[in-house]
Structure formats: structure tokens, C-alpha cells
């Protein structure tokens, strides 16, 4: 999913789906990432340059949970702010970028991408699945 989708993904979760009369900008995130090893559910640390390709994006797993920051995070991608890579240059993006997932900002394990934003009504939260292609 690029940047854009998944924004609109999480701004589509409605006060109706929620039982609330707030959006979701105030649910926790889950991460689920099925990856060769088996699966991880996580937080994240942040949005920044990938090791795999530094001119494109990446959200990195972490202990964050907070749906507002990661909401912050996207925007910033999607304005063009730029970014330093891992091993140097400066980047922008765009809304239209995917987002690649890693465990860790100092690891490349291979393309793991976003398939999927929703609210899990029984956990409270919203779920955001990534598989390791």
C-alpha cells in the first residue's frame, strides 16, 4: 500500500465502526508482520529511509503504538520532507510511495510490504498486516 492508502485506510475508520464519538487518530496500532521466521506483532519506531532501497520509505518496528504519531509520521512522508539515508544523500517522498516494513532501522531483511489497515473491534485497535515478500 503506498502512503496515501494507508492515511485514507485509517481516516476510513470511522466514529460509527468505533463506538466513540472520537476518531481514530486515538486507537493504538498493531503491526503484524508474517515474515520467513514466523510472525511479529509490534509497535513502531518511526518512517525513514530504507536500507533496501534508500530512495524509497520504510516504517520500522518499535515499541510506538500510538496512532496519531504514526498518522504524524505518514503526513510527514507524504509532504516531502526530507530524509538522510542510511549511509548518506537526501531523500523526499510523496504520498504515492509505498511503504516498505523492517524489523529494525539498521537491518535489511528483505522487501516486507503493508497489505492491509482495519479496526479490530475486539482488540480495541487498529491492525495494520505486512507480509515479507
Same mark, same amino acid.
Given at each position: 500500500m503506498n502512503i496515501n492508502?494507508?492515511?485514507?485506510?485509517?481516516?476510513?475508520? !470511522?466514529?460509527s465502526e468505533l463506538?466513540?464519538?472520537?476518531?481514530?487518530? @486515538?486507537?493504538? $496500532?498493531?503491526?503484524?508482520f508474517t515474515t520467513d521466521d514466523g510472525v511479529i506483532e509490534s509497535g513502531f519506531d518511526?518512517?525513514?529511509?530504507w536500507r533496501g532501497? #534508500?530512495?524509497?520509505p520504510c516504517?520500522?518496528?518499535?515499541?510506538?503504538?500510538?496512532? =496519531?504519531?504514526l498518522l504524524k509520521e505518514l503526513y510527514m512522508v507524504?509532504?516531502?520532507?526530507? #530524509?538522510?539515508? @542510511? =549511509?548518506?544523500?537526501?531523500?523526499? @517522498?510523496s504520498g504515492d510511495y509505498d511503504?516498505? $516494513?523492517?524489523?529494525a532501522? !539498521?537491518? #535489511?531483511?528483505g522487501e516486507g510490504h503493508i497489505d492491509l489497515v482495519y479496526f479490530d473491534g475486539a482488540r480495541k485497535c487498529i491492525i495494520i498486516t505486512c507480509t515479507k515478500t
Amino acid at each position: 500500500m503506498n502512503i496515501n492508502d494507508i492515511i485514507e485506510a485509517i481516516h476510513d475508520i !470511522n466514529s460509527s465502526e468505533l463506538d466513540q464519538s472520537w476518531g481514530a487518530e @486515538y486507537l493504538p $496500532v498493531k503491526i503484524i508482520f508474517t515474515t520467513d521466521d514466523g510472525v511479529i506483532e509490534s509497535g513502531f519506531d518511526g518512517i525513514d529511509s530504507w536500507r533496501g532501497a #534508500y530512495n524509497e520509505p520504510c516504517l520500522f518496528l518499535g515499541d510506538n503504538s500510538s496512532s =496519531k504519531d504514526l498518522l504524524k509520521e505518514l503526513y510527514m512522508v507524504q509532504s516531502g520532507s526530507g #530524509y538522510t539515508g @542510511y =549511509k548518506g544523500g537526501h531523500f523526499s @517522498y510523496s504520498g504515492d510511495y509505498d511503504l516498505n $516494513v523492517e524489523t529494525a532501522c !539498521n537491518t #535489511y531483511s528483505g522487501e516486507g510490504h503493508i497489505d492491509l489497515v482495519y479496526f479490530d473491534g475486539a482488540r480495541k485497535c487498529i491492525i495494520i498486516t505486512c507480509t515479507k515478500t
